[in-house]
């Protein structure tokens, strides 16, 4: 492919007009010009025909210059359009890896790793519910936390900028948050049950990410900025229904 655009590209600058630079300021416009002794003889794109024009009036080096600079430009537009291509082909490979099935997925160089899904429970915050019992009015919101068991994922990574899949089995809320310890568990996010409507205030560390449609229900994210070691997961949510799913991570040291 590459030397095909190669060839192109000669194509290309043999067909282009030149702009022949006279010393008085002004051009001539042609398709082709060679230098013969004393004079310069060019085929005028205007006028149809050959054309001879005393050397003197010429301004080759500005002329040359100008050649020089648009076969540069072409040269790398045909790279530049090469290696998107090559890029758009090795994307369409990884995107036909993801597994079918929803879920999370870590891009792992030449790889595509499944997330295991975690496996969440909501804990009480047992002095704030002690404190509502006492109250004569119900004034005091109620607090719990969203955690999984144990400190660290069972996946890790060292790529601090990692590249997930996520295949969604509804369109919902997605995105990477970071997870806070909690005697020895992970916190995905904290809640606040308001006092007389019951309304529960969702509150993850949501990463700011990237993402991108790959295909239909399948998105590529990651983070905007380098991550720093701790946990992680990639989670899929709608907003104010408490029904947070996750696929925790590491990322290492």
């Not at 499944?114 to 519910?129: D, F, H, T, W």
């Amino acid at each position: 492919m590459r030397f095909a655009i190669v060839l192109l590209l000669s194509a290309g600058l043999h067909a282009a007009v030149i702009k022949l630079y006279l010393k008085d300021g002004t051009y001539q416009l042609a398709r082709e010009y060679k230098v013969n002794q004393d004079r310069v003889s060019f085929y005028s794109t205007d006028r149809g025909e050959w054309e001879d024009i005393p050397i003197e009036l010429v301004d080759l080096k500005k002329t040359e210059a100008e050649i020089k600079r648009n076969e540069e430009t072409l040269k790398a537009e045909a790279t530049a359009e090469s290696e998107e291509e090559n890029a758009e082909r090795a994307a369409r490979r990884e995107i036909r890896r993801v597994p079918m099935n929803p879920g999370a997925y870590l891009v792992n160089g030449d790889k595509i790793e499944p997330l295991p899904q975690g496996e969440s429970k909501i804990v009480n915050n047992k002095r704030r519910s002690l404190l509502k019992a006492v109250s004569p009015i119900p004034m005091v919101s109620g607090k719990a936390t969203v955690e999984l068991d144990g400190a660290h994922a069972k996946t890790a990574t060292a790529d601090r900028t990692p590249e997930f899949y996520i295949r969604l089995s509804e369109e919902e809320r997605f995105g990477i948050a970071k997870l806070a310890d909690h005697n020895g568990n992970r916190v995905l996010e904290k809640l606040t049950i308001m006092p007389v409507t019951k309304e529960v205030v969702e509150e993850p560390d949501i990463v700011p990410t990237y993402h991108k449609q790959a295909a239909d229900m399948l998105y590529k994210i990651w983070p905007e900025k380098p991550l720093e070691p701790g946990e992680y997961a990639v989670v899929e949510y709608t907003e104010g229904k408490t029904n947070m799913q996750c696929w925790d991570f590491s990322v290492k040291n």
